[in-house]
């Protein structure tokens, strides 16, 4: 029996110094991805987005402009074939100490827009190259980033 799963996540940016910067997090299979997570019952993508980044990184946000909707296929060992439908969002960072939840992911950090794009070419999971390419973009656009 197949089962759903939905999930809501974003690709999170701040200005320092002038300087843009985009969050990226290190899971617990050592991949660069993006911070997400599961649906509470009641709660909407957009409320299931930014709690699962302050959870995940300590970082409060707002949401900015939607992205994209990534659907794909995994087996989960319990629960068997699932298809999951993940929803993503810019958000701009609000406030907040950068930390990692250590029981989820291995580490977080805040990258140029550079070396965010690089880490995920090289390192990333493939479903997330246009969300991370769409979030570069809408910034650029924008006037936030100076490249990509």
């Not at 029996?1 to 050592?30: C, H, N, P, T, W």
């Not at 810019?90 to 992911?105: K, T």
């Not at 979030?135 to 650029?140: D, F, Q, R, T, Y």
Request: with cysteine; aromatic share 6%; proline share 3%.
């Amino acid at each position: 029996m197949k089962v759903k799963e939905l999930s809501a996540g974003g690709v999170v940016y701040r200005r320092k110094g002038g300087a843009l910067e985009i969050q990226m997090i290190q899971d617990r299979f050592g991949k660069i991805t993006l911070p997400k997570g599961k649906l509470e019952e009641g709660e909407t993508v957009e409320q299931a987005a930014l709690r699962e980044i302050e959870e995940e990184t300590g970082i409060r946000g707002t949401i900015r402009y939607p992205l994209e909707v990534v659907g794909y296929r995994y087996t989960h060992p319990d629960r068997g074939e699932v298809d999951k439908e993940v929803h993503y969002f810019l958000v701009e960072a609000l406030d907040g100490e950068l930390q990692a939840q250590i029981e989820e992911i291995r580490g977080v950090e805040w990258l140029s827009p550079d070396e965010a794009w690089s880490q995920q070419c090289r390192a990333g999971y493939d479903n997330n190259v246009s969300v991370v390419e769409k979030a570069l973009l809408k910034l650029k656009a924008e006037g936030a980033a100076e490249s990509r």
